[in-house]
C-alpha cells in the first residue's frame, strides 16, 4: 500500500506550577499540562497518529508512564524516535493535519513557530504541518480550563528507491 493513514487524540490537565508546552513550544501561561512526560498534547497526538498510520501501537507502547526513563521527556525528544520508526518501516511523512482545542491561552501568537519546529523534527516543508487552535466555547474540561485536548491526522506515502 503506497498511502497510509494515522489518527491520534491527547488531553492532558492543566496545573498551576507546570510548564505549559505544544508542539515544542513554551507558551506563557499561568497553567501548564500534567503528565508522566512534559505533557506535549500536541506532539502527543501526532506520535499516536504516526503509531497507528502504521499499526505499531501507541505512545503509550512505545514510551509507557510506568518506565522512570520517561519522566518529565522531552516529547520533541520523543518525537524523532516515532519518526525514525516510520523511516525504518519505509515510510514518509507527507502530511499532517492537527487541532489544539484549548479555551486558553489564545495560540494565534504561536502557530507558525509551532509548525516550524514540528516540520524541522519531522524532516519535511511547513506546509506540510497544519497546526489550528479553537475553543471549547467554555464548555466541558477544555472550556472550563481543567485541560488542553489535540488532534491530529497523518498521512504517509511508501518512500520510493531511487
Known sequence: MALKIGIGIDSHRLE???????GGITIEFHLGLVGHSDADV???A????L???LSLGSIGDHFPDTDPIYKDADS???LKKVVDLVYKNGFQVSNIDSVIIAEEPKLKPYINQIKE??????GVDSQSV???????????PEGNLEGISSHAVV????????
Open 16 to 22: 498551576t506550577n507546570r510548564k505549559l508546552i505544544l
Open 42 to 44: 500536541l506532539t502527543h
Open 46 to 49: 501526532i506520535m499516536d497518529a
Open 51 to 53: 503509531l497507528g498510520a
Open 76 to 78: 520533541m525528544e520523543l
Open 117 to 122: 519546529n514540528l516540520a524541522k523534527t519531522l
Open 130 to 140: 497544519g497546526v489550528k487552535a479553537t475553543t471549547a466555547e467554555k464548555m466541558g
Open 155 to 162: 498521512l504517509l506515502e511508501k518512500m520510493t528507491n531511487g
